[in-house]
């Protein structure tokens, strides 16, 4: 498996850097458009900011494999690795309305056609032979009944977490809408729909996010994981933590300790592990 794992990492790049050849740097393209054009267009701003974003991801994607293999830190192998692990399965988690939407297209077959479904076959490779291999700081479901002491998160790191989700969700996330009556798409029943799809694309984003891994993009970057305050860490509680983000105002509750969501599904934000070092230090200064 550890071979298979190699061979998915160097895949990430080579992969995204062949399907950009054969579409022309068609989303390249496109993004250059929106930058020259978003002067006298301010209603493209927003999907101008999320092609941005989405061209930071896929430089990630290419640097970070190569980084990966010629760095001697295994600290910063371990985070790439986690990062990358998490974009695989999160990207083709989201990817699945519109790969269902190509099979249903009546497109006349060519190199381009071909290309698509060439990617996502390797795009499921990558992702199950990732989320097979979990890295060192893989977190499993951890209640802190069954701990003394733990470090918990701090409010700086809370809206880091946020302000980062927010940004990778933007890439992500597609509009019902397009697969579903792409007609409707820019009228303004249009607009509650989208809305409406967008709120449910959030909910599923931090439930898969935070059930597959506790932790979501911007918990990766700064060490931190969602645990049970007590009984035991599962898919109902995450749910209910996600739901409970859709509260008015959930988002700003951290700034008075609020923290709506957690108190509402029983959980917390912690430093991954630290239950673990804590008890650590504590039984050493017990031998000594």
Not at 39 to 46: E, H, V
Not at 166 to 180: G, H, M, R
Request: proline share 3%.
């Amino acid at each position: 498996m550890k071979n298979l794992k190699i061979v998915a990492i160097a895949l990430i790049p080579l992969t995204l850097i062949a399907y950009l050849f054969v579409w022309d740097f068609g989303v390249q393209r496109y993004f250059y458009t929106l930058l020259s054009e978003s002067g006298y267009r301010p209603k493209s701003w927003t999907e101008l900011f999320k092609y941005f974003i989405a061209q930071v991801i896929g430089l990630f994607e290419i640097v970070g494999p190569v980084v990966y293999f010629l760095t001697t830190s295994q600290a910063i192998k371990i985070k790439i690795y986690s990062l990358l692990r998490y974009m695989a399965v999160m990207g083709l988690l989201f990817s699945i309305p519109s790969l269902f939407w190509h099979l249903t297209q009546n497109h006349d077959f060519d190199l381009k056609i071909l290309s698509i479904y060439i990617y996502y076959l390797i795009s499921i490779f990558i992702a199950v032979v990732l989320w097979l291999v979990k890295p060192e700081d893989d977190v499993d479901f951890v209640s802190l009944a069954d701990y003394e002491m733990v470090a918990y998160s701090s409010a700086g790191q809370r809206l880091l977490n946020y302000f980062v989700d927010t940004v990778y969700f933007s890439t992500i996330n597609f509009s019902w809408l397009i697969y579903y009556d792409p007609e409707i798409y820019n009228t303004s029943s249009g607009v509650w729909l989208n809305l409406a799809g967008t709120s449910i694309n959030f909910i599923l984003y931090y439930f898969f996010a935070e059930l597959l891994f506790r932790r979501t993009i911007g918990k990766i970057l700064t060490n931190t994981c969602v645990v049970a305050t007590h009984g035991k860490m599962g898919p109902a509680r995450i749910l209910g933590r996600s739901l409970a983000r859709l509260i008015p105002f959930d988002v700003l509750s951290f700034l008075w300790n609020g923290n709506w969501h957690d108190k509402v599904s029983g959980t917390t934000v912690v430093h991954a592990h630290s239950w673990e070092d804590i008890v650590f230090e504590g039984e050493e200064k017990e031998a000594n």
